[in-house]
């Protein structure tokens, strides 16, 4: 195996099993990186990805253009205050709301609200504990000569990509509006009703 399929491995039982790696260096370096993950911003620029096999997966290089950050969002459902009164404590409402949206796409959202002259390439996971997620996001900057150059990621400065994470075009969006990616573009995994009588006519 190569050097980025090793590293995959390793944080593939990481993600997994959700606790200590049992690789004792990893284990070492995340005991570090919990500290510093906590005591960061929600939001904050980084100057190389932590995880280079899942970096280099959505195009990310090491060149101008090219933006790192890492985001943080907290787990759970919606925090939904309590009526007063006029309802039947099944009916209050409170527990068991969850947001339509994956965690993984808000981090994407929130990173691309803090660098507006960016676009969102794609995220991954690299942490989480009781209270929060952290995710890493490619960014690219459209109007970037070096970018607009590359053979790779330069569809990307085209007009009709523009704000593409908030139309659930990543690959996160794509994934939760129930897509699925098969060679040019991308089909339904679950079609709708509609769909299907449409497919009959």
Known sequence: MGYYKYVAELY????????????????????????????SPPVERLEKPTRIDAARKYGYKAKQGFVVARSRVRKGGLNKSRPERG????????NKITPRKSIQRISEERVQKRFPNLEVLGSYWIWEDGQY???EVILVDP??????????????????????VYRGLTPAGIKGRGLVNKGKGAEKLRPSLGAKENKAK
């Open 12 to 39: 593939r039982g990481v993600r997994n099993k959700i606790r200590e790696p049992e690789n004792a260096v990893l284990r070492e370096l995340i005991s570090e990186r919990k500290k510093e993950f906590r005591n």
């Open 87 to 94: 309802r039947k404590p099944k009916r209050a409402g409170v």
């Open 133 to 135: 997620r952290y995710y």
């Open 143 to 164: 109007s970037h000569p070096s970018i607009k150059s590359d053979k790779d990621v330069g569809w990307i400065c085209d007009k009709q990509h523009t704000r593409r």
